[in-house]
């Protein structure tokens, strides 16, 4: 019904719907025919969306439940191509299954000078070797269990204590990786 339909637009339209800056609205019609063209390039052979990620999943988690000043941070760079994203989600003994998550994180610091400190790794993570930014599931409520104390940090992927190391597929690519947060 109309909740399907909706959660089929596209991030670039529900951006605009959002009048993010640097946005442009794009009707029906227009949508259509960006997906065309999307669907023409795979056909093709093309290069993959490299803001794939950021697009199909951080964004409109972005426009559900961020603040109105974390959109008009991040939504604008995931829409331009100028920022890249990974997911941070899977664990080496945890698998897809966020509720036994082990990668912990720990508020240092107070007011504004206050950050997260991560410890632990993810895997499987797509893209991490290009990307700006990850959006990392991780405990921050020491103790708990299951999906109790769970919270989705944006984390630079710059950051000081961050490794990324790509796992080598057989056919000689290596688009997965292992991040490590130390």
Same mark, same amino acid.
Request: overall charge positive; glycine content about 18%; cysteine-free.
């Given at each position: 019904g109309d909740q399907s339909r909706e959660r089929s637009v596209s991030l670039r339209a529900l951006v605009a719907a959002c009048d993010a800056?640097? *946005?442009?609205?794009?009707?029906?019609?227009?949508?259509?025919?960006?997906?065309?063209?999307?669907? +023409?390039? +795979?056909?093709?052979?093309?290069?993959?969306? +490299?803001?794939?990620?950021?697009?199909?999943?951080?964004?409109? *988690?972005?426009?559900?439940?961020?603040?109105?000043? /974390? /959109? /008009?941070?991040?939504?604008?760079?995931?829409?331009?191509? *100028?920022e890249y994203w990974c997911q941070g989600y899977s664990e080496p003994n945890a698998g897809s299954d966020l509720a036994n998550i082990t990668t912990t994180a720990r508020l240092e610091g107070e007011g504004d000078d206050a950050e997260w400190v991560l410890n632990g790794q993810k895997v499987w993570t797509s893209l991490a070797q290009w990307s700006d930014w990850c959006f990392v599931v991780c405990r921050t409520e020491p103790g708990t269990q299951r999906h109790h104390g769970l919270s989705y940090l944006l984390i630079r992927m710059d950051a000081p204590g961050i490794e990324v190391r790509p796992i080598r597929q057989i056919t000689g690519t290596a688009e997965f990786n292992e991040v490590f947060f130390t």
């Open positions: 800056p640097g *946005t442009v609205r794009l009707g029906p019609l227009r949508r259509k025919r960006l997906d065309r063209v999307h669907a +023409a390039n +795979a056909r093709a052979g093309g290069p993959g969306r +490299a803001g794939l990620i950021g697009e199909g999943l951080l964004g409109p *988690t972005l426009i559900h439940f961020a603040s109105p000043e /974390q /959109q /008009q941070r991040f939504l604008p760079g995931i829409v331009a191509g *100028t």
